[in-house]
């Protein structure tokens, strides 16, 4: 009790200087603490929004395979049921004017308790050519009441009136889908006679319990369905189905949180280093007073117990404030989405748990540094600095520990890198390239102390610029090159991860794009489904569209190419076509025909062609036979020569177009621009437009991950100015004499300027290479893995400054406070201090 | 303890101030628990001298020395130091008077740890983007012994060492006034007299202007002139005291035992200056 008395006492004392200790902490716990509320509540309130369709419903049936009206007659039927109604849903695609979506269309049935969402402005349907929208429809197609939409739902365009507006359901993953709702008499004029509903709603007589039903249901149901199919029918009551849905958001949510909790490790450990960092600082000030404590006979001990109990209540306080931040983030979130409204999932294991990881990270950390504090004689306590001896043999056993590792890391690496010489496969790759990059990560981590001082040695050269006061820092930074490595570590590492996850997309985007691209070398390969030809305008409108170097119309037609392909099928002159393809066409004369590579054609194969309608449907069955060459060239199509395909078509057209973009053209503006100059109506069988998503796609799931590793940096920061700020208290005589010798304010701040920022360069430098080889790394072991030749390298530029710029922004503002502290004591105060 | 009798050039320009404090005083903290440290000095520094300050322990001389070396701000009064008012000056010009005016010698904790001694002393003359004179530089580093240890590290020297660089590093900007606060209270006697001779020797070969506060006579003997403070006021200006006048101006200010208990004070710090050192 002592010792947690004086833990206490200590921390009234001092209660800034384990400030780092509690912000990383914290950090870390409001991150996982807002990870799984964040999930939860989102994932809560799309189980919401799926039994929302449900509406008050006592009974769900579901059954696929009958009639809808058979089914209807045989429920209601059953005693004790009230009302029943479809519940359709269909994917249509819904056009209005130029712009259209696809849309899930849902029934709204008559009875308004078995509505499936709330109305916000006009009516519910009732006739078949009426539906709602919603605000996702709005956003999409710019359409409100009145207006009039075209919907296709597979069995052609029917025209409908926009009669009211439904509330959009709320959340993070609710939103973006467009839902239609239409009255039954919309999908029976859809489906015809005979029409498949699967799901139905039943409302019980008042009095009855759902349950009861759900028996009688089924043996209704299954006497109107064919015999095969009774086993298929399922009544569930609708609390049932409720509680199955949260369960299963449940486990979903359980996935997400699982990806999220790695990197909430990654922000730990980060904080971790930190921690451990700081513990080391603080006790070493105190060392006086703990060599005081052991002259007066305080055992190691005590002194231990007393140190760890106050790490553990400044990670509890810590973890408090983290778990206030993290609640607050998450209601934010909740507010933004919209999830607010079905509640905030706040769960006690989701709470305890990050607060207990946040106490132990911290008391853990903090375990050598307080070892080393009470184990201390007290005579050694009362003396400067570890006697070089202790130095050395650590310094060795670094070397030898970490270059062991490194050529560990090294051999893995270079496994993993030529797996296809090695004759490696499949997985291993990945776990060898796994096991590799730990080995050389803690290489490079553990290496630190070893290098860092040569590298702050080497930034120094650029401080000499400054004149004395960049020479001073530098010798200043040289002083105590265990801390200075140790602050280096946790922002490399924060730097180094979201490199290497920046990198790997990176250079897997280029190899998988690298490997569409010569798979499908024509851009925009575009012909029209009525196969009528290209009208001029539109080829003149495309010419004018910016970032499109080349357009070319061409002869286009649709056959089946043996083996039951059937492909778009185009004249080619090959001198024209050469324009828009890496390497020229391979000889095509009016006996052959190109087409891609694919399973069991072979180059020198016959291949007749028999032709169809554009639609793909039998046309008028012309034939003719082809030697085939096999090229990518074909971008899965068949190449004829304009002399073949007239004869083989009975006649030559322009229905086809080959459009080649400008490679450092925005490609979503391109595909916007072209689609939008053609309207709908074209098939496009070039690879730009997907490319592009792919890309997209990868870009929006690295900004997400730099995001989430943005807590990691930003610990490490917070590590930065700490180091900062308790040099700066060490240091108080030294600023003073300085200002007494003629040191300016701002020459002082920017020495703790110029130090902050030799500590993030030197940090960025190192992180930027580890993670740049890591991430190529991973993602060549990810590409052998799947059976890909050879990664590109490829390095975001963007992100991977940005990431820089920030960490060295940030430092520099880490350094602002500690700086005016510094600079604004008067010299003679803080001459006095002992 | 007996003083030789210095050579003092006949027509040294004690004519000419180049520091001085009008109805200075100092107050810290306010209302009941003020302390008027200095409490209405006046005093002229002329050029050329050696100024000793002395009084019993509390009576103001190291914040008078503070006030007129524009290390610290004045309560009241005015001082000027080189042709300036110190008081009217901001913070960024009050700096640079203390590194172009101004050389300081502490009791410790003189020297910065990371930096040689070569780079100790010139570092007022690098903060102001100067070049050491090299004649200059090669005659202060003569003349206080310290050639063969320009490239050590203040952990590597003496205490006596460790002042010497501080008295060149003092000296080399040629400032207006150097000031020493209980230069020697950490050395040995024989150290001590070794460094006050040098502060002496700056003021009679370069015409150096020094103030210094200091609680032993035989350091006091060292100065042209002793002024003796008394709870914040000068009490006394004796100009070449004998040996027997100081002591008799500083016990009829002094308390009994506060010689004894300082010396005990000092022998404590001096040691704990050491361990800083080593640091
Ligand atoms: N920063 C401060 N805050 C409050 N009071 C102070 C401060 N500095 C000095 N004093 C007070 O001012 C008075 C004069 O202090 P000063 O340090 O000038 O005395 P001194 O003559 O140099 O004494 P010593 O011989 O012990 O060094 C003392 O009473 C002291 O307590
Ligand atoms: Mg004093």
């Known amino acids: ?834 | 303890m007996s003083t030789a009798t210095r050579p003092v050039p006949p027509d040294a320009p004690t004519t000419t101030v180049v520091a001085s404090a009008l109805d200075l005083s100092k107050v810290y903290g306010s209302g009941d628990t003020a302390v008027r440290a200095v409490d209405g000095v006046s005093v002229n520094i002329h050029r050329g001298t050696f100024t000793a300050i002395m009084g019993p322990s509390g009576s103001g001389k190291s914040t008078l020395m503070h006030c007129l070396a524009g290390l610290d701000r004045t309560t009241g009064g005015k001082v000027f130091l080189a042709g300036q008012e110190l008081s009217a000056l901001d913070d960024r010009r009050l700096t640079r008077v203390r590194r172009d005016q101004v050389g300081f010698v502490f009791q410790s904790f003189n020297l910065l740890p990371t930096l040689t001694a070569r780079e100790n002393m010139l570092l007022p003359l690098d903060l102001a983007g100067r070049r050491p004179d090299p004649d200059h530089l090669r005659e202060v580093v003569d003349a206080l012994g310290l050639a063969d240890r320009l490239g050590h590290r203040p952990s590597e020297l003496s205490g006596g060492q460790q002042q010497r660089v501080a008295i060149a590093r003092a000296l080399l900007t040629r400032p207006a006034v150097v000031f020493a606060d209980e230069p020697t209270g950490a050395l040995d006697s024989a150290t001590a007299e070794e460094v006050l001779g040098l502060l002496r020797g700056s003021v009679d070969r370069l015409g150096q202007t020094v103030v210094m506060v200091t609680h032993d006579a035989h350091a006091a003997s060292f100065a042209d002139r002793v002024l003796v403070m008394g709870d914040g006021r000068l009490v006394d200006d004796l100009d070449r005291p004998a040996p027997d006048q100081l002591l008799a101006a500083t016990t009829a200010t002094g308390r009994a035992g506060a010689s004894s208990r300082r010396t005990g004070g000092r022998g404590e710090q001096a040691r704990h200056t050491l361990d800083e050192v080593g640091a």
């Open chain 1, 1 to 834: 009790m002592t010792s947690l008395r004086i833990a206490l006492a200590e921390l009234r004392s001092h209660p800034t200087r384990p400030l780092a200790v509690v912000v990383a902490v914290a950090i870390s716990v409001a991150f996982m603490v807002a990870s799984v509320a964040v999930v939860q509540t989102e994932f809560h309130a799309s189980g919401t929004a799926m039994t929302r369709q449900l509406a008050d419903s006592d009974l769900v049936v579901e059954e696929y395979t009958a009639p809808a009206a058979d089914v209807l007659t045989a429920i209601g039927d059953v005693p004790g049921v009230a009302t029943v109604e479809p519940s359709y849903r269909f994917g249509a695609r819904v056009s209005a004017g130029e712009r259209s979506t696809t849309a899930t269309v849902g029934t709204v049935g008559a009875d308004p308790r078995l509505h499936p969402a709330v109305l916000a402005e006009g009516r519910w349907p009732s006739a078949p050519d009426e539906v709602t929208v919603d605000a996702a429809a709005v956003d999409v197609l710019g359409v409100a009441p009145g207006a009039q939409l075209v919907l296709d739902a597979g069995s052609g365009k029917r025209p409908a009136t926009v009669v009211g507006r439904t509330e959009t359901v709320a959340g993070l993953f609710g939103g973006g889908n467009v839902e239609l709702y239409a009255a039954p008499a919309w999908f029976d004029a859809v489906g015809g006679a005979g029409g498949v509903a699967g799901t139905y709603l039943v409302l019980a007589e008042p009095g009855t319990d759902p349950a009861t039903l759900v028996e009688p249901l089924r043996q209704a149901v299954a006497d109107v369905v064919p015999d095969a199919e009774s086993g298929s029918v399922d009544v569930r009551t609708t609390a049932e189905v409720r509680a199955e849905n949260a369960s299963s958001a449940l486990e979903g949510a359980d996935l997400m949180t699982v990806l999220l909790m790695v990197f909430a490790s990654i922000a730990m450990l980060v904080g971790a280093l930190i921690i451990a960092n700081t513990f080391t600082i603080v006790l070493a000030q105190r060392r006086r007073q703990i060599g005081l404590l052991r002259a007066v006979g305080g055992s190691a001990g005590q002194l231990r117990t007393g140190l760890l109990a106050e790490a553990a209540v400044i990670g509890l306080v810590g973890a408090l404030v983290g778990v206030a931040v993290g609640i607050g983030v998450t209601a934010v979130v909740a507010a933004w989405s919209g999830s607010i409204e079905t509640g905030l999932q706040v769960s006690v294991p989701g709470t305890v748990g990050p607060v207990l990881a946040g106490v132990t990270v911290t008391v853990l950390a903090s375990l050598a540094a307080v070892g080393r504090a009470a184990a201390t004689s007290p005579m050694e306590a009362l003396r400067p600095v570890a006697t070089p001896e202790q130095g050395r043999r650590a310094t060795v056993l670094r070397v030898v520990v970490c270059g062991l590792l490194a050529l560990l890391g090294t051999g893995l690496a270079a496994v993993a890198l030529n797996s296809r010489a090695v004759g490696l496969g499949g997985e291993l790759v990945l776990a060898v390239a796994i096991a590799g990059a730990a080995a050389l990560s803690v290489a490079v981590l553990g290496a630190a102390p070893l290098y860092v001082p040569v590298l702050v040695r080497g930034v120094g050269v650029l401080n000499r610029v400054f004149g004395p006061v960049g020479r001073m820092t530098t010798a200043q930074m040289g002083r105590n090159p265990a801390r200075t490595a140790a602050t280096c570590v946790a922002l490399m590492l924060a730097v180094g991860v979201t490199v290497t996850l920046q990198t790997g997309a990176a250079t897997t985007e280029r190899t998988l794009i690298g490997d569409i691209a010569e798979r499908f070398p024509v851009d925009f390969s575009l012909t029209r489904d009525d196969g009528a030809d290209i009208p001029l305008e539109t080829v003149e409108e495309l010419r004018a569209v910016d970032g499109i170097e080349r357009v070319m119309t061409l002869p286009a037609g649709r056959a089946d190419v043996g083996g039951g392909y059937l492909s778009t099928v185009y004249g080619v002159e090959p001198g024209a076509a050469d324009a828009f393809l890496p390497e020229p066409l391979p000889t095509l004369d009016d006996r052959t025909v190109v087409l891609s590579p694919r399973e069991g054609l072979r180059a020198g194969d016959e291949v007749t062609l028999t032709t169809a309608a554009p639609d793909g449907s039998e046309g008028d069955g012309a034939s003719a036979t082809f030697t085939a060459v096999i090229s990518h060239a074909a971008h899965g199509n068949a190449l004829l020569t304009e002399q073949a395909f007239t004869e083989l078509f009975g006649g030559s057209n322009s229905a086809g177009l080959w459009l080649d973009a400008d490679p450092r053209a925005d490609a979503a503006r391109v595909v916007a621009d072209v689609s939008s100059v053609l309207g709908s109506g074209y098939l496009d069988v070039g690879v730009y437009q997907q490319s592009a998503e792919f890309a997209q796609l990868l870009d929006a799931m690295v900004l997400i991950a730099t995001g989430l590793l943005g807590a990691a940096v930003l610990i490490s920061l917070v590590g930065v100015g700490n180091t900062l700020a308790l040099s700066v208290i060490e240091r108080t005589r030294e600023s003073a004499l300085l200002r007494a010798l003629g040191l300016q304010r701002r020459q002082l701040r920017l020495m703790l300027l110029l130090e902050a920022l030799s500590l993030a360069v030197v940090s960025a430098v190192v992180g930027v290479l580890a993670g740049g080889f890591l991430g190529w790394l991973g993602a060549s072991a990810l590409m052998g893995a799947v059976g890909q030749e050879e990664a590109v390298l490829a390095i975001s530029w963007p992100s991977t400054l940005g990431v820089v710029a920030v960490a060295v922004a940030a430092a520099a503002l880490a350094s602002v406070l500690p700086g005016r502290r510094a600079a604004t004591a008067p010299p003679v105060a803080a001459l006095a201090v002992e």
